[in-house]
């Protein structure tokens, strides 16, 4: 069965640090690929996501991600975090256009 | 745009009784929905697909007569918990998918369900 894995469960980091969050997929046909984050209290929101083309992916409030076919990745990636993102980020597949599979989510708290 | 409520966003109910949790495509007509149980700490997992006017395609593991998903129409879907247990307690999201191709879904806000 696909599966998604998330490296970490909890960072900690303090303003300003760059993030970068792991994300492996088990599957070796074409996939989709998203990034979700869910802030303290909120629906689940959509961060970016790639379907094909540029491998680099660039979503809001600054989050990229890179598709790397190879490694069989999609790492989350930011330059430099704010309080305000502190929430829980999601990476998710889904292949052939249905469901979803989740990856365990990770939890990230920024020090102000 | 691209808006999904849920009702209610919240409740507690008793043992052995029913609960029925709506989910609704507010600003766009939803071919696709799809159910999902959040544990605390853990990620969300599928319980069902349904398409509109058809019937649901359930996940390994759920029991269809347990949970009765129903997709009458093109913006609302329902999942009714039956006979609910404490073990049932749980996070439940629905998510829409339009009919642009896109793939892309949007999630409801969720709704919290305490058996006592």
């Known amino acids: 069965a696909q599966s998604v894995s998330q490296h970490n469960h909890h960072v900690i980091l303090s303003e300003a640090a760059s993030l970068e969050l792991g994300c492996n997929y088990s599957?070796?046909?074409?996939?989709?690929l998203f990034w979700y984050v869910q802030y303290p209290g909120q629906h689940l929101q959509l961060l970016l996501k790639?379907?094909?083309?540029?491998?680099l992916v660039k979503g809001i409030k600054g989050f990229e991600a890179e598709f790397i076919k190879s490694k069989f990745s999609f790492n989350l990636r930011k330059p430099s975090v704010q309080w305000s993102d502190t929430a829980e980020y999601f990476c998710?597949?889904?292949?052939?256009?249905?469901?979803?599979?989740f990856g365990a989510g990770t939890i990230l708290r920024v020090k102000s | 745009g691209a808006v999904v409520s849920q009702h209610p966003s919240w409740v507690i109910c008793k043992s052995g009784t029913s609960v029925k949790i709506e989910c609704r495509s507010l600003d766009f007509q939803a071919t696709t929905m799809f159910w999902y149980r959040q544990f605390p700490k853990q990620s969300l997992m599928l319980m069902a697909t349904?398409?509109?006017?058809?019937?649901?395609?359930?996940e390994q593991g759920v029991e269809k007569d347990k949970f009765l998903i129903n997709h009458a129409s093109l913006t609302l879907s329902t999942l009714t918990v039956t006979s609910a247990h404490p073990e049932d307690s749980s996070f439940y999201i629905c998510?829409?998918?339009?009919?642009?191709?896109?793939?892309?879904?949007?999630f409801g806000p969720g709704t919290r369900l305490t058996v006592t």
């Open positions: 790639y379907f094909s083309g540029d491998p």
């Open positions: 349904s398409n509109e006017g058809s019937k649901a395609t359930y």
């Open positions: 998510s829409a998918r339009d009919g642009s191709g896109t793939y892309e879904q949007y």
């Open positions: 599957y070796g046909g074409t996939v989709n």
């Open positions: 998710a597949v889904s292949i052939g256009g249905n469901k979803l599979v």
